[in-house]
């Protein structure tokens, strides 16, 4: 039987087909994971485009530039684009590349659904994107969709939204059991659970959160449809229904989910902030303990995005309370990194600078985060430019800063040689200027009092929209270098070596750089 | 190496622009301490976990900036090798658990005192609408004595950019609400349409006001003053133009005013029926619905009733602003239910009614000589 096959694949180490037919047909994790890389790239410029009409409207008082209608459709679509098209298919990408690369496996565990979960994604956000282009425009009630103004009062585009939704939900899920069946069934011989690289363990209880709520949205949406089409009432108290409802089931999907998008940031960080301080990770156990009950408690806090709707005291407590503890096990993690820095032996290359910055723009995301749990003094910040500055603290120098980390980390593995470590430095401080000052203002404006979601805003808070717009085009054009870089390093340079970087530490760096097409067709044994 | 050496630089002076940031709090920098005992506590509240997360900050970000200086591989070319420590695990997991039971316990006794609502002095209903507020005040078996409408009240010229913006631009309203200090006002939240949240940051009140819904709120304002905000909760196309005004007056100033509009409201109603029984020229009812137009209906058909197609629909050429009285009077009467098309039977009194729909089908409806008269609305409202 063996010898009947072997006979037609002698040669294992084939290389991939020609032509388009190679992206359209791969099941090759390598190449999946760089066709991720390159769409959410393509999403970011999308929606960070969008970000810019936004900061282009709001740069003075006054409206100027574009009509709220539309206004409102792109805080909404830079919301989806963002999140479903740009920050979580890039985490796949990264888990594609490294997954296999780490636990020293040949593939994905299922390679045929991984080409599938990747090519809906870019019909799905055609689809979406495609409702700017519709009668009635698209989406211009937020992108947490609340009811009854994303059902009732709603374009008729809402449905291709919904359907849009379903689709990337479906990628999202299958992305997520493959990560598991890989993870689980594929470490070569000797790894064990807790030997496993932190970026594989943070991906591994991420993709248990994806395939916990990913459903939830699923059915949240599906809500909306029937409420919009086949007159139920699920959120319209005139039949009966609560559009409080539907938050609550949003947020249930909504707070694990910014953890999707949070878990494997500090996986990353994990491994490059140990690599350039030439030390071992500090406290690798207590990393794994402190992931798992942030994912946990991620399911007992969704409340705490809607302190204003009213609910009763003891609700209030209880979120309050449940949300505070998340800056325990968030806590560890930021002293863990800080001693694997201390008394080590650390240069600072771009990955390095990137996930520096993490840990300290991270953190004070951390602190305001603290600050939006106290439920009393969340009545003041709610819904104001403080909680716009929070999770942009989070999710633009949290978790996209650690993929910039990891594609600067990753790429001489990737592409066989080195980037311009003068140009990554520079797009690093453009990066690190620009965020800051487009988003550090807005803690002000948001406590002075103005509202998120506005097209125009009252004269007091100019002077800090004014700021935060520079610097929003600041941190946008740097990506353009970003991307100058990547194909710089893509065409050639200095040849990088398999270990790349002299403190890095794990199996993707026992393998030559660039990566084979096939790697570790035969497991490596880990001691 | 000058790159981590600016690294380090630019994040202390980031720290420090989070020190300094508080001192500015007096020039609309910081959370406003407000005019309640609550909005004082909320602040206070605020400003101590402030200070806190500043001090923990100062801790974690220092230890990391001396280790990017001092643990350099230029200054350590031999990394130490300790990679674990069970006891400053939990050190570290119980000296952030014991900071958060700290801010735990005052947090809690403020929000218990926000969520004693009751012996109240007054009650106001407010309901929101796409896009502008309703107060009505209630009397003690909770029926209405007094109501009425809050717009915005900036000129759409300086929006626009045609006019110079005046000091309360996009926070003035026609009619504020008006309440007494010292007295304990419990507010009603609910919404005619989609979620809106009532939001004046001097009395740190904010609550969502959902249709068919009531949320409570209580506040006793300790100063007299003209109070903003804004609405909190994205309602539609303009959820940026309903702006809130409060007026808190001494006590008897506010029972002098209440009674005066008391007054006003019966006068008003007298002068409506004088209104409605008067003979009204085509130019009298033109000029008097424009400027209803220009309240109610611009924000979604715009000024030259070209609208915002599909969603808005264009009133110039538009069959039911060119076709029969009955039918355009049916849709502003009713609404469109399931879109943002509100009724506006219960909004508008018959001279109003009849005078935006006179203004409407004159400007965009190219209609011949016929006068829309009050009576007609009368009329068309007993008949349903």
Redesign the interface.
């Given at each position: 039987m063996s010898a009947v096959i072997d006979a037609h694949h002698d040669d294992h180490a084939h290389g991939p087909a020609k032509g388009i037919t190679r992206w359209l047909y791969t099941t090759n994790h390598k190449d999946i994971g760089s066709m991720y890389l390159w769409f959410s790239f393509l999403m970011f410029l999308a929606g960070g485009v969008m970000a810019l009409v936004i900061r282009a409207e709001l740069f003075q008082p006054g409206q100027s530039f574009v009509e709220p209608h539309f206004f409102n459709q792109m805080t909404t679509m830079h919301g989806l684009v963002m999140v479903f098209g740009a920050i979580m298919p890039a985490f796949v990408g990264l888990a594609n590349w490294m997954l296999p690369m780490m636990v020293g496996a040949p593939d994905m565990a299922l390679p045929r659904m991984n080409n599938l979960s990747f090519w809906i994604l870019p019909f799905a956000s055609a689809l979406l994107i495609s409702t700017l282009f519709m009668e009635g425009g698209g989406p211009d009630f937020g992108w947490t969709m609340y009811a009854p103004l994303s059902t009732t009062y709603a374009p008729d585009s809402v449905t291709y939204v919904i359907f849009a939704i379903h689709l990337l939900g479906a990628s999202s899920i299958m992305g997520a059991i493959n990560i598991i069946a890989t993870i689980l069934n594929m470490r070569a011989p000797g790894m064990t659970l807790m030997k496993m690289p932190m970026f594989v363990w943070t991906w591994l209880i991420t993709a248990y959160l994806l395939i916990a709520v990913m459903p939830v949205l699923a059915g949240a949406v599906t809500m909306m449809l029937f409420d919009i089409h086949f007159g139920t009432s699920f959120f319209d108290a005139a039949g009966g229904g609560d559009p409080v409802l539907f938050q609550h089931i949003f947020w249930f999907f909504g707070h694990p989910e910014v953890y999707i998008m949070i878990l494997p940031a500090f996986g990353i960080v994990s491994h490059v902030i140990p690599a350039f301080s030439r030390k071992r990770l500090f406290g690798y156990d207590s990393m794994v303990y402190a992931t798992s009950s942030i994912a946990f408690l991620s399911f007992i806090v969704w409340a705490h995005h809607m302190f204003t709707v009213g609910m009763p005291l003891a609700g209030q407590l209880f979120f309050m309370y449940a949300t505070m503890l998340i800056a325990v096990p968030t806590g560890v993690k930021v002293f863990n990194w800080i001693s694997t820095m201390w008394q080590g032996s650390m240069t600072f290359e771009t990955p390095m600078l990137f996930a520096l910055a993490f840990v300290f723009l991270f953190t004070i995301g951390g602190f305001s985060g603290v600050m939006l749990s106290i439920a009393p003094a969340d009545y003041q910040y709610h819904d104001t430019y403080f909680v716009v500055a929070h999770f942009h603290y989070v999710l633009v120098s949290g978790s996209l800063f650690s993929i910039f980390s990891a594609v600067y980390f990753w790429l001489p593995k990737w592409t066989g040689y080195m980037y311009s470590e003068a140009l990554g430095k520079v797009h690093f401080w453009l990066s690190f200027l620009g965020v800051n000052l487009a988003f550090f203002p807005m803690h002000f404006s948001g406590l002075a009092g103005m509202p998120r979601r506005i097209p125009d805003y009252a004269l007091q808070f100019a002077n800090f929209n004014a700021w935060s717009t520079v610097g929003a085009f600041i941190f946008g054009l740097s990506q353009l270098l970003f991307l100058y870089v990547v194909i710089q390093s893509i065409r050639g340079g200095q040849k990088a070596t398999a270990q790349v970087w002299d403190g890095a530490e794990g199996l993707e760096w026992t393998v030559p750089s660039p990566a084979p097409y096939h790697t570790f067709a035969t497991p490596p044994q880990v001691k | 190496?000058f790159?981590?050496t600016?690294?380090t630089a630019?994040?202390l002076l980031?720290a420090a622009?989070l020190v300094l940031?508080v001192p500015a709090a007096a020039s609309?920098?910081?959370?406003?301490p407000g005019v309640t005992e609550i909005s004082r506590?909320?602040y206070d509240?605020?400003m101590l976990?402030?200070w806190i997360?500043v001090g923990?900050?100062v801790v974690?970000?220092g230890?990391?900036f001396i280790?990017?200086v001092l643990?350099?591989?230029s200054r350590?070319?031999?990394?130490?090798?300790?990679?674990?420590?069970t006891k400053?695990?939990i050190v570290?997991?119980l000296i952030?658990?014991a900071i958060?039971i700290g801010?735990?316990v005052p947090?809690?006794s403020?929000?218990?005192q926000?969520?004693d609502s009751g012996g109240e002095d007054m009650v106001v209903e407010v309901r929101g609408y796409?896009w502008r507020w309703e107060y009505k005040y209630l009397d003690d078996d909770l029926n209405e004595q007094l109501s009425f409408f809050s717009n915005l009240s900036t000129p759409r010229d300086?929006?626009?950019?045609r006019a110079e913006?005046g000091?309360?631009?996009?926070?003035e309203v026609d009619n504020p609400l008006v309440i007494p200090i010292n007295r304990k006002v419990r507010f009603l939240l609910t919404s005619n349409?989609?979620?809106h949240?009532w939001?004046v940051?001097d009395f740190?009140?904010?609550?969502?006001a959902?249709?068919?819904?009531i949320?409570?709120i209580w506040a006793i304002v300790e100063e007299p003053g003209i109070y903003r905000?804004?609405?909190?909760?994205?309602?539609?196309?303009?959820?940026?133009?309903m702006p809130i005004v409060v007026h808190a007056l001494p006590e008897d100033e506010f029972d002098a005013w209440y009674a005066e509009r008391l007054e006003l409201a019966r006068a008003q109603d007298e002068q409506l029926e004088e209104q409605i029984a008067q003979e009204w020229s085509g130019e009298e009812l033109f000029a008097r619905g424009e400027s209803v137009y220009a309240t109610h209906c611009v924000a979604c058909h715009q000024a030259e009733g070209q609208g915002?197609p599909?969603?808005?629909p264009a009133l110039a050429g538009n069959g039911v602003v060119a076709g029969d009285l009955e039918s355009h009077m049916d849709v502003v009467y009713h609404g469109r239910p399931?879109?943002?098309m509100q009724a506006f039977g219960p909004v508008l009194d018959p001279v109003d009614m009849a005078s935006v729909m006179h203004y409407q089908r004159k400007a965009f409806g190219h209609a011949n000589g016929e006068v829309v008269k009050p009576v007609d609305v009368i009329r068309f409202a007993e008949a349903q």
């Open positions: - | 190496m790159f981590p600016r690294f630019t994040g980031l622009a940031a609309g920098w910081n959370m406003t506590a909320i509240l605020h976990i402030f997360c923990i900050g974690v970000f230890a990391m280790s990017i643990h350099r591989k350590n070319a031999t990394p130490a090798t300790f990679h674990e420590s400053l695990e570290w997991t952030p658990l958060l801010m735990a947090a809690t403020v929000l218990v926000m969520y796409q300086q929006i626009l950019g913006k000091e309360h631009y996009l926070l349409d989609v979620i949240a939001w940051p740190a009140l904010k609550r969502d959902i249709p068919g819904f949320n409570d905000g804004q609405c909190a909760e994205l309602c539609g196309i303009d959820h940026g133009y915002v599909p969603v808005f399931g879109t943002a």
